[in-house]
């Protein structure tokens, strides 16, 4: 038996609003990201967030940020230092940033989200720090090096950057990240610019595919594939996540060569491959990466998250032609996983490396 449940939202201070009823939903616990009222109001439902994130799970609108203490550790922070955060998301990591370098510190951070980060923003501002001790800008992290220079000439002592997404751009499915729930086709970390990954498939043929494929994903079915989403995209053009996720599935099961494989593994590949094409991730990156060096004071710092073998080579290669160019002073031997303990705690900390 099916149960609908609704609950009446709290009324306002003056009493005069009439009390409103949040969205009903099927069964007994809400399943769709815009049903999931407590969590999108972590303020009011402290207890139920708790659980969720005691399950292991992040809390829908929410990011948990990954290896704090391990980043703290690395970065080593100071009062009155100039910090800045690349990648600003849910705020995370520059709460702890933010917090390290008072008094008399400054944080400087950039995110090209333009929906999530006037909400992250507020946060930072609501922690009662120095209004001129935080400056927020919306830009993509490619362009840090002009920020830095502009907000601090002499560099900054420590910098961070959170590569790939953030849970509010992956749980949310009208942003077309993910293909757990249906959505648009989207993937557009700044939804106003650029072309949606259903306009990107429209204007590549199958060498150029398989080419993003093979390259963003290191998907071994490249060409299959890459006719496959084509093929069908000509027959009735791919706006939906699931729609997607459909035909890769139903190609996965006709091609695959790897028993142990499983079929949501090649969806994540190819939607990580269109993600990274449509944003120009690896451009972004290789921008940052040269200009990193004008970004930091003598003896700065910077840690760096990567989340896949694409991103990590990248940073691996800068680094170690900076130490071998004098560059660079020092860099870590190896590479930095998170703890087994937050990987139970928080299965999306499972990829990362820093």
Do not use: W
């Given at each position: 038996m099916k149960?609908v449940?609704?609950e009446?939202?709290?009324?306002?201070?003056?009493?005069?609003?009439k009390?409103?009823?949040?969205?009903?939903?099927q069964?007994t616990?809400p399943?769709?990201f815009g049903?999931k009222y407590?969590?999108h109001q972590p303020?009011?439902?402290?207890d139920?967030?708790?659980?969720?994130v005691a399950?292991g799970?992040?809390?829908a609108?929410?990011h948990?940020p990954?290896?704090?203490?391990?980043?703290?550790a690395?970065?080593a922070?100071?009062?009155g230092?100039?910090a800045v955060?690349?990648?600003l998301?849910y705020?995370?990591h520059?709460?702890e940033?933010f917090a390290?370098?008072?008094?008399?510190?400054?944080?400087l951070a950039i995110?090209?989200?333009p929906?999530?980060?006037p909400k992250?923003?507020a946060?930072?501002?609501?922690l009662?720090?120095?209004?001129?001790?935080?400056?927020?800008r919306?830009?993509?992290?490619?362009?840090?090096a002009q920020?830095?220079?502009?907000?601090?000439?002499d560099g900054?002592d420590?910098?961070?950057a959170d590569l790939?997404?953030?849970?509010?751009?992956?749980d949310?499915?009208?942003?077309?990240?993910?293909f757990?729930?249906d959505g648009?086709?989207?993937?557009r970390m700044?939804?106003?610019?650029?072309?949606?990954?259903?306009?990107l498939l429209s204007?590549?043929?199958?060498t150029?595919?398989?080419?993003?494929?093979e390259?963003n994903?290191d998907e071994?079915q490249?060409i299959?594939?890459?006719?496959a989403?084509l093929?069908a995209?000509?027959?009735q053009?791919l706006?939906?996540?699931q729609?997607?996720a459909?035909?890769?599935?139903t190609?996965?099961a006709r091609?695959?060569h790897?028993?142990?494989?499983?079929a949501?593994g090649a969806?994540?590949?190819?939607?990580?491959?269109?993600?990274i094409?449509v944003?120009d991730?690896?451009?972004a990156?290789d921008?940052?990466?040269?200009?990193l060096p004008f970004?930091?004071?003598?003896?700065?710092?910077?840690a760096?998250?990567?989340?896949?073998?694409?991103?990590?080579?990248r940073?691996?290669i800068a680094?170690k032609?900076?130490?071998?160019d004098?560059v660079f002073?020092a860099?870590?031997?190896?590479?930095?996983?998170a703890s087994?303990?937050?990987?139970r705690?928080?299965?999306?900390?499972v990829?990362?490396k820093?």
């Amino acid at each position: 038996m099916k149960v609908v449940m609704s609950e009446l939202e709290a009324q306002s201070d003056s009493g005069s609003e009439k009390p409103r009823r949040r969205p009903r939903y099927q069964g007994t616990h809400p399943r769709q990201f815009g049903e999931k009222y407590k969590e999108h109001q972590p303020e009011r439902y402290a207890d139920d967030v708790a659980k969720v994130v005691a399950s292991g799970k992040t809390p829908a609108g929410t990011h948990r940020p990954i290896m704090i203490a391990e980043i703290l550790a690395v970065l080593a922070p100071q009062p009155g230092e100039i910090a800045v955060d690349c990648t600003l998301g849910y705020g995370g990591h520059a709460r702890e940033l933010f917090a390290a370098v008072q008094p008399q510190g400054r944080l400087l951070a950039i995110d090209a989200d333009p929906l999530e980060l006037p909400k992250t923003e507020a946060r930072l501002r609501g922690l009662g720090y120095p209004a001129e001790s935080l400056v927020v800008r919306r830009m993509n992290y490619a362009g840090v090096a002009q920020f830095i220079a502009t907000e601090s000439p002499d560099g900054a002592d420590v910098l961070l950057a959170d590569l790939g997404l953030s849970s509010m751009q992956i749980d949310d499915p009208s942003r077309g990240f993910t293909f757990k729930s249906d959505g648009p086709l989207d993937m557009r970390m700044n939804p106003a610019r650029g072309l949606s990954a259903s306009q990107l498939l429209s204007k590549l043929d199958e060498t150029e595919l398989a080419g993003l494929l093979e390259k963003n994903a290191d998907e071994p079915q490249a060409i299959e594939f890459a006719d496959a989403i084509l093929n069908a995209h000509a027959r009735q053009p791919l706006t939906t996540t699931q729609g997607l996720a459909e035909v890769v599935r139903t190609a996965f099961a006709r091609t695959r060569h790897i028993s142990t494989e499983t079929a949501d593994g090649a969806v994540r590949r190819v939607f990580q491959a269109l993600r990274i094409a449509v944003n120009d991730e690896f451009g972004a990156l290789d921008m940052f990466l040269r200009n990193l060096p004008f970004c930091l004071k003598p003896g700065g710092r910077v840690a760096i998250l990567t989340f896949h073998s694409g991103e990590d080579r990248r940073v691996k290669i800068a680094f170690k032609n900076g130490l071998r160019d004098g560059v660079f002073t020092a860099i870590s031997e190896e590479v930095t996983r998170a703890s087994m303990e937050e990987q139970r705690s928080n299965p999306r900390s499972v990829p990362t490396k820093v």
